[in-house]
Structure formats: C-alpha cells, structure tokens
C-alpha cells in the first residue's frame, strides 16, 4: 500500500486536502479557513509537502508524519500538516474498517460536547445591551448549546470603539489593539460580562475570548472584576491569535493571581510549543487546534501530557465545516477526563451543512449540545462527488480524478 498523491482543492470556499493511496482508497482532510487571498499559497504548500510522502506506506503513520512535521510552523503551515495527517486517519480507518477513533486508541466517550462562538447572529457595536440580545438568541438555537464563548476585552478590537477605555496602541491588523486598561475601560467590559451572564442565566457556561492585548496588571484586574459571574475560562488574555509565540511567564503569574480559569493555546503548533506551557502550569486550561497543532496526532499527545499535570482542555477548531467537525469529535472522544467541549466549527459557507456536500453526518447533528461519535469506517463521512463538483474552484476540477492504478 503506498501513497500516490496529494492534492487540494477549493471547495465552497475552504479548502480540502485527499490523499490518494494505489489501492484505490482516498482519504480527506479539511485545511483551516482561509482567505481567499491565500488560498493558492496553501495549495503550493500542500504541494511542498507532497514531495516527502508520496511513494509511503500510510499504515506507517507516524514515519509519514516525521518526514513533514520536520518542516511544520506556524500558520498556514501548521495548518496544511494537520490537514494532511487527519486525510492519513480517515484512509487507514478505511483500510482496516476501522472508525478513526479505535485506531486512536478507543473513544472513553459515546458524544461530545460542543460549545458555541457563532451561529449567525453578529455584534453589532459591542455595547452591553447587544451582547445581551445576541447571547439570547444564541441561547435558542436548536443545537442546544450549554457553553457559549463571546469576544471581550481587546478580541477584534472591540474596546477601540469605546474612548479613553484604555492606555495603549491601535496597531492594524485583525486585532488591532494592545494596551493596559483605564477605569472606565474596565467599567464597561464589566458591563459586558454582566450583560451576557443575565441573559444566558444560571446552568449555561460562559466562556470569555480576551485578547490578545491585555496587560499582566490589566489581565489580572479584569479577571478578579468577573469573578462573581461564574466564567468558565478567559482566553488568550495576553498572547493567542495571530501570536506565533506564547508568553508563558506572563500566563504564569496571571494565573497565579486569578480564581476564574485561564486558558491559551490556539495558535501553538505541535507538543514543543505546549510542553513549557504545560510543564510550569501556567494555565488552567489549554486549548490546542487539530487544525493548526498538527493534527489528531499531535493533539490527542498534547491531550494526555496535560492530564499528567492536571490541566484541563477544550480544544479550539479552525476547521471550517463537516471534514474537520468530525475528525475532532474523533479524536476528543478519545481524550482523557480532563477534556471540557471543543469549540463547533460552524463553516462561513453554508452550502457546507445543507448543500448535502457531505454524506453521513450524524442526524441531527448535534443534540442537547452534544455530537455523537461515528462508527463508520474512517470519518465516518464521504463527500458526494456530484454535489461537490459543483461548488469546486475554477481549476481545481482534477481534484476528483485518481491517480491510483486501474
């Protein structure tokens, strides 16, 4: 059984990475949304990486995985490889007919809970009272969500639209702002947190998206300020999107002055990024990406060192639809108990959910807040190539022909 080729394609706006193997078998992975403007970038990545695999024996999963993830980085890269290595799982789940979560180890649990950024209804201005209308909103959907995560705090330069809320420097960029709290700053995310909590009420988790952006003085002032609200975490205060390194020494003492979780991890790539992270316990609560850290491999490692420290997980998910929704609840299924809910990843592109590109989702999808985990060989999914053709990039057509021998 070898590899004979890797290739991407642009489908309903996100792109999708197939592995081809010579007995006819494909497997599929799903790259982290991207922008249109780099969609062509990641597909010569996929290309870069192609080189080193193709002529492999994916039943040897993991002497695949060295040959890339020596050249593994920060975003897109990291991105590409985590693609690459779930597309690896679903084909060698289907070569043994085998869901992918036996060949991980055997899943501890029969669902998974999801918690909720976004489904649709968007913050209009950031003042208290939309925070509270789009929180009750979100708390109706049918999906039946029980942890919901709102932008607070500098996230999406939320705070440049408040005067005078802060000390600091309005830098561009997708989050624009960084800087160190003024009083009526603080005041008024208060009132934010505030505003969620009363609309969500008691027994729905809230989670808080920070940064990055804080101050040590200002991430620690603002955390003892919602203490009384019951936050379930408070993410990336100081370090976290678009930071290709994490401040580990900064989280650390944040930490140790806070009693509300505190939690980072989206943007690190592979078990080195979090092994300091961990090591020195500098939070409460990681939250790796199996679509940036390096795959279901990577995570379902870093998954278990943080139980050996008694740190928690709820993992973030850039994936943009069905391909990657399941391949975590895979691998999460997986996870020892210190696993919360991994964040659902609600595709920018509905053709995704009810354009019937993928076969084999569960029905319904999620219940009660929670996904079941397939028993189907692979994913437990396939891509209807019918309806899939119809949404494919100029220029991609290839993608659906196969280079496997007939």
């Not at 078998?25 to 010569?44: H, M, N, P, T, W």
């Not at 085998?98 to 999801?114: N, Q």
């Not at 992270?277 to 995570?299: H, K, Q, T, Y």
């Not at 973030?316 to 659902?344: C, D, K, Q, R, Y």
């Amino acid at each position: 059984m070898k590899i004979v080729d890797v290739r991407c394609a642009i489908i309903a706006d996100t792109p999708v990475v197939r592995v081809d193997c010579d007995n006819g078998l494909s497997g599929f992975g799903q790259i982290e949304d991207v922008r249109e403007y780099r969609a062509e970038y990641v597909k010569q990545q996929v290309q870069f990486y192609r080189k080193f695999i193709v002529g492999l024996d994916p039943t040897d999963h993991q002497h695949v995985m060295v040959k890339i993830n020596r050249f593994v980085g920060f975003k897109p890269w990291g991105s590409v490889v985590s693609a690459i290595d779930v597309a690896l799982w679903d084909l060698l789940g289907k070569h043994f007919g085998l869901p992918v979560h036996k060949l991980l180890g055997g899943k501890v649990r029969d669902k998974v809970r999801v918690y909720n950024t976004n489904t649709g209804e968007p913050l209009k201005n950031y003042a208290p009272e939309d925070y509270y209308e789009v929180a009750r909103k979100r708390k109706e959907h049918p999906y039946g969500f029980k942890i919901f995560k709102f932008g607070v705090g500098f996230h999406g330069g939320i705070l440049d639209g408040v005067p005078e809320s802060y000390y600091g420097t309005t830098l561009g960029g997708p989050h624009p702002s960084r800087g160190h709290l003024t009083e009526s700053g603080l005041k008024y995310l208060v009132r934010c947190v505030e505003a969620l909590r009363n609309a969500l009420g008691d027994g729905v988790g809230l989670a808080l998206d920070c940064g990055p952006g804080f101050s040590v003085p200002s991430a620690v002032k603002f955390s003892r300020a919602v203490e009384g609200f019951n936050i379930l975490w408070l993410e990336d205060l100081i370090t976290g999107d678009y930071t290709p390194y994490t401040e580990v020494k900064a989280y650390k003492i944040v930490r140790m002055k806070s009693t509300v979780p505190i939690h980072t991890g989206e943007q690190i790539c592979t078990r080195y990024g979090f092994k300091e992270l961990i090591e020195r316990e500098a939070v409460d609560i990681i939250g790796p990406d199996p679509a940036d850290c390096g795959g279901l491999s990577e995570i379902k490692w870093i998954a278990e060192y943080a139980d050996l420290h008694q740190i928690l997980i709820a993992p973030h998910s850039g994936f943009n639809g069905p391909i990657g929704l399941m391949a975590s609840v895979h691998v999460t299924s997986t996870f020892p108990a210190n696993f919360i809910a991994m964040e659902f990843p609600f595709a920018q592109n509905k053709i995704w959910w009810d354009g019937g590109i993928v076969k084999g989702l569960p029905q319904p999808l999620v219940e009660d807040g929670y996904v079941k985990v397939p028993e189907k060989p692979g994913l437990g999914i396939e891509l209807d190539e019918n309806i899939a053709r119809k949404h494919v990039r100029e220029g991609d057509e290839d993608f659906f022909e196969t280079n496997a021998p007939k």
